[in-house]
């Protein structure tokens, strides 16, 4: 789905009218976040808006620095005031997976420092079992690649080394491979994070638990906010 789907707009938009000036931001990465923003960045312009972002991603610096919006990096703020980020399936108890565009471990780290932490979905991300609709991405080691990737199938997944259009292996910001992972349903995400982790060469998995205290789900005509 592109920045121009009109029920990303609205949450786009009504998570952007969050930010108020001094405020420090954790900018998120993908199409939702990319648009927000750029909402940020008219913001900026029209109302004199003063906020510092701190990027998940180098697409994300990139972009912002485009429209002139302030970046530190991580080490260089105490914490976030707030962190705007999207995410690639929700479900009731506001867990998530997060990684379709490859910044997962840099968006954990970035929205782990966050008071505010704020996840901005249409509403067809929403799902009553994570995974319904994707494969959890999980961040690797390129060293041993096939060594975790047999690992992560003895666990019972299907997996697939994520490659980029022109079939080269795909890199993350850290230089890192990713494994997308397929399971059978599951109601015990958390057990079953823990039990990846424990994989060497596991960097980190797409599960976001705890992560976020506001979502907000764009419809195609309004907006609904849960916390
Ligand atoms: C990137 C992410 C994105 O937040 C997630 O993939 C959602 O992206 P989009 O807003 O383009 O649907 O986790 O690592």
Known sequence: MSESDPAKHQAAWTAAALVESGMVVGLGSGTT????????????????????????????EELARSLAIPLRELDEVAFLDLNLDGADEVDSQ???IKGRGGALLREKIVVSTARRKVTIITAEKRVERLGATMPLPIEV???GLKHTQAKLAQLGASTSIRTQSDGRLYLTDGGNGIIDCRFAESDDPEGLDLRLRQVAGVLDTGFFFGLC??????????????E
């Open 33 to 60: 976040a990319s648009l927000t923003i750029r909402l940020l960045g008219d913001r900026r312009l029209a109302e004199g808006l003063e906020f510092v972002g701190v990027p998940t991603s180098g697409a994300t």
């Open 94 to 96: 506001f867990r998530m």
């Open 141 to 143: 080691s390129l060293f």
């Open 213 to 226: 205290d506001l979502l907000v789900v764009g419809h195609t005509d309004r907006v609904e906010l849960f």
